[in-house]
């Protein structure tokens, strides 16, 4: 499954309130209005959040692409050091990754070269690199169709999600290796990680994520239990309005071998 990759931060929220507020919307898929609490916020942090906001709402729905542009080059222009100008160029990548997967636009060779710019500014141990990482194995996955460097990039986004205690990426980066692991047959492998990832979102209370955990468990489990995980993960994508709107197509039951 291709679409599933996201920002992995902004999940902490401490004692922010505007932090935790900015999370739940996230959270239920109501990314306008967490974006709208950001917009008075001044400085290249509040920009860049915003935009990551952005990015994420046009892959989950398919829409919004002006505004996460436009989103995107405020965060440009207000970024003032590397780190800044790293993580402006790791979203430039993540959108036009979006935008070609979802068949919008080819823009795979800008994404290589935003995602390549990101790796050129950001320090070995910088707290964006684990999600670059993350990225990059996506484009060699899903655009370049490298399932090996897809791996390795994956494993060095898992070592740094875990070092930097980032669940939300330890989600993404367990639900991709376990999708290696299934494509690659190693079932075992496979539910363990679709099981941690599904365990990481519920505790998070990541509920736009939990209905493509539910479905991505059910590829790798026998019946009855498939058929169980699906219908929840359906029940989720209808109470969240159809959304993330590529799972639709997950969620009929394979055929019956003849």
Known sequence: ?????????????????????????????????AAALLASRAGAAPALQRT??????????????GEAEDGLRTAEA????????????????????????????????????????AAALFAPNAPGRPLLDFRRGLIAEHIADSPQAAKA???????????????????????HLAGLALRDGELAEARHGFTESLRIREEL??????APALAALADAEPEPEATRLRAEATRLF?????VPAWLAQHLTPPAPAL
């Open 1 to 33: 499954m291709a679409h599933t990759a996201m920002s992995g931060t902004g999940t902490t929220a401490g004692d922010d309130p505007l932090q935790t507020a900015v999370w739940r919307l996230r959270s239920r898929g109501c990314w306008t209005d």
């Open 205 to 210: 209370g990541y509920l736009v994520g939990t």
């Open 52 to 65: 990551a906001l952005l990015v994420e709402r046009c892959l989950f729905t398919g829409d919004g692409w």
């Open 238 to 242: 209808r109470l969240l309005g159809g």
């Open 78 to 117: 207000l970024a003032d050091d590397d780190d800044d100008r790293g993580a402006a160029a790791c979203e430039r990548g993540h959108l036009a990754y979006a935008s070609t997967v979802l068949g919008v636009r080819d823009r795979a060779d800008e994404a290589r070269t935003a995602l390549g710019r």
């Open 153 to 175: 990039a994956y494993r060095r986004a898992h070592a740094g999600a875990t070092a930097h205690s980032d669940p939300l990426l330890l989600s993404f980066t367990w639900r």
